[in-house]
């Protein structure tokens, strides 16, 4: 009992979309001093173009990508945790392109499978974000969310909004298309989460996009 206290352990949470040098990455971490990184560039996966499902990325997924040339690498130190609970830090992935990426941890720095401890999350680095009231998704009136630039917190005017309804194992279906006004608000008619499903949100403006998963 007394080895498990004392064993290493850290866990990573990540947001789903965030702008440049944002402390997108939450580390869960005990009996650990320092934390690798290695990013990796992921194929675009527009959301509504294939069923909604989460494979998750365990070590059968990751080790093909570890094959590959990652596009960062960095490593963090840890602070203590004598108490031997879990202590929370967060991580800015010096990430500056656009795109969606694989953060690969890695207790070892030589990012082996053996004695090792090997985790991975995805984040999508957007310079469209979007706003939403914590209760997007749970009520039954109108939504609205806003469209903001992530390098400068302003409101986009203009963009694409697009509501979905997504089961698991189903493909999502559009069910409401919309414009962001002068305040960078998209106002949707209605809800339609609940009952076993979720909502999303899409955003397009040029060439650029944003999205948000609402609660199932």
Same mark, same amino acid.
């Given at each position: ?97 656009? =795109? &969606?990426?694989?953060?690969? +941890?890695? @207790? $070892? ?11 991975? !999350? %995805? ?29 400068? =917190? &302003?409101?986009?005017?203009? +963009?694409? @909004? $697009? ?11 559009? !069910? %409401? ?30 060439? &650029? ?8």
């Amino acid at each position: 009992e007394r080895e498990s206290i004392e064993a290493p352990s850290y866990g990573l949470e990540s947001m789903i979309v965030d702008g440049a040098r944002q402390r997108s990455v939450t580390i869960a971490h005990r009996n650990l001093a320092r934390l690798h990184f290695r990013a990796f560039k992921l194929a675009p996966e527009p959301f509504g173009s294939k069923i909604v499902e989460w494979q998750g990325w365990n070590e059968e997924r990751i080790r093909p990508i570890l094959r590959q040339a990652p596009v960062a690498s960095w490593s963090i130190d840890l602070p203590a945790t004598p108490d031997y609970r879990n202590n929370r830090s967060y991580n800015s992935p010096p990430l500056d392109g656009r =795109g &969606r990426y694989l953060i690969v +941890a890695s @207790a $070892l720095p030589g990012f082996g499978t053996s004695k090792n401890q090997l985790q991975a !999350v %995805e984040l999508r680095r957007a310079e469209l974000l979007m706003l939403r009231d914590p209760s997007f998704g749970a009520g039954q009136e109108s939504e609205i969310v806003r469209a903001i630039a992530g390098s400068t =917190g &302003r409101p986009i005017a203009g +963009a694409e @909004a $697009l509501l979905y309804r997504w089961e698991w194992e189903k493909k999502p279906v559009l !069910v %409401e298309r919309v414009t962001t006004d002068a305040q960078g608000l998209a106002r949707f008619a209605r809800s339609t989460g609940g009952e076993g499903r979720g909502i999303a949100v899409v955003l397009r403006h040029g060439d &650029r996009d944003g999205r948000h998963l609402g609660d199932d």
